[in-house]
Structures are given as structure tokens and as C-alpha cells.
């Protein structure tokens, strides 16, 4: 299968701070992107989607000015947690689709972030 | 808006018996539907993608089928082993939306 890798894996941050992870699509380009934040034993919540070259498209309760997604091109997506509150902490994956619909979904490792 | 549902939440069985993970969901017209594997504290594994046009894929001891008139999605597991504890997640595609179940948390006993 298709790679995905996210980077960082794990990331200890003051408040306050920004946090920038990324996820890249190492053997494929991938037309859309996902952001999802996972809670402990909860399935995934979808964030935002991102398309390469256009603005993310965020979910009903997502705040855009405090995660910022950029899909610069096919193969790479960052989210950045600006100004980053405990209340951040959390699990977050992205995937990556090779088609714009009927596509497979593949996943990176995830991002631990850990905000003190 | 899609629902996916899967039953049981959690399934508890001695290694090597075979067992069943169910998927139900409410909108039929999907493009596909896809079973992963999630690790504690890691990403999603992709085990298996059904196209809407195939009623089951199989990869080893993994065998998943589809009936999208029902819309309903099993994933067999032949001769379960203690690595295969997990907790295994179905989504549907409908148009590059897509919708999670809440997993099932496999734990297959030594």
C-alpha cells in the first residue's frame, strides 16, 4: 500500500506556542488530505479536509484561525496549532487520498501532542 | 449524513478462533468501504477496500464482505492470534467524505 508519513510523531510544547505538523504522501500525490483529532478510546474526528492549492475545508466547530492547514502541494500538508492551550493535547492523524472520489484512504503514524 | 455503526464495541476470544467484526451504515450510495487496523497510540493500518461493484475482498486470514442493499460489512478473521488484537475501524467513501465507525476493540487471549 500507499505511504504516508506525519512528522513529528510525539511533541512536548509550551502554551502559548505554535506547533506545526506535517504529513506527507512519500509514493503517491495525493489530491486531498484529511486532519482528524482522536480523544482516548473515541474514533476519529474529522477536522478538516484539504485540497492542494485551495483552502481547507473545516468542520462545524473547528476553529480555522487556531489550526491552520496549508496543502502546498500533492505530496505535503501542514496543520499548525497556533497558540497552543492544554486543552490541545490530543491524538492527531492525517490520510491522504489518491482520487478525488472512490479513492483508498491511507494514514500516517499520528502526532502525540502534549501541550504543558 | 452517513452513519457507520459497529458491533460489538469490544470482543474478547481464545487464540485461534475465527471471528466475525460487523459494519452497518445508512446510505448505501457509497463509492467504497474500507476496514483498518488502529494500534494504541498509532496510525490507521489499511487492511482491506471493497469498491461499491465487489461483494467481498480477501487478503490472508482477512476476508471482508459487502452488501451495500443492506448496507452491512463483516470482516472475517480465520484462526485469530494475539497480534491481531487491535482496534479495527470500517469507513465509507461517498465522494471523498468519509465516515468512521466507532471501532471494535479486539483483544485475541494467549
Known amino acids: 500500500g500507499a505511504v504516508v508519513s506525519q512528522h513529528p510523531s510525539r511533541v512536548i510544547c509550551k502554551s502559548g506556542t505554535s506547533v506545526k505538523i506535517e504529513c506527507r504522501s512519500l509514493?503517491?500525490?495525493?489530491?486531498?488530505m484529511f486532519w482528524y483529532r482522536q480523544f482516548p478510546k473515541q474514533s476519529l474526528m474529522l477536522m478538516a479536509t484539504?485540497?492542494?492549492?485551495?483552502?481547507?475545508?473545516?468542520e462545524q466547530g473547528v476553529e480555522k484561525d487556531k489550526f491552520l492547514i496549508n496543502h502546498a502541494s500533492l505530496t505535503l500538508s501542514t496543520l499548525t496549532v497556533t497558540s497552543a492551550h492544554p486543552e490541545d493535547s490530543s491524538f492527531y492523524i492525517c490520510?491522504?487520498?489518491?482520487?478525488?472520489?472512490?479513492?483508498?484512504?491511507?494514514f500516517g503514524e499520528g502526532s502525540r501532542l502534549t501541550v504543558l | 449524513k452517513q452513519e457507520v455503526t459497529q458491533i460489538p464495541a469490544a470482543l474478547s476470544v481464545p487464540e485461534g478462533e475465527n471471528l466475525v467484526l460487523n459494519c452497518s451504515f445508512t446510505?448505501?450510495?457509497?463509492?467504497?468501504l474500507q476496514w483498518f487496523r488502529q494500534d494504541p497510540g498509532k496510525g490507521l493500518t489499511s487492511l482491506l477496500l471493497?469498491?461499491?461493484?465487489?461483494r467481498e475482498q480477501t487478503s490472508g486470514r482477512l476476508n471482508a464482505s459487502l452488501d451495500k442493499s443492506s448496507g452491512r460489512s463483516t470482516l472475517y478473521i480465520a484462526a485469530s492470534q494475539p497480534g491481531d488484537s487491535a482496534t479495527y475501524l470500517c469507513?465509507?467513501?461517498?465522494?471523498?467524505?468519509?465516515?468512521f465507525g466507532t471501532g471494535t476493540s479486539l483483544t485475541v487471549i494467549p
Open positions: 484539504s485540497n492542494e492549492g485551495s483552502k481547507a475545508t473545516y
Open positions: 509514493d503517491f500525490q495525493a489530491t486531498t
Open positions: 446510505d448505501s450510495a457509497i463509492y467504497n
Open positions: 471493497i469498491q461499491s461493484s465487489q
Open positions: 469507513a465509507t467513501n461517498t465522494g471523498n467524505q468519509f465516515y
Open positions: 490520510s491522504a487520498s489518491r482520487l478525488v472520489t472512490g479513492g483508498e484512504l491511507f
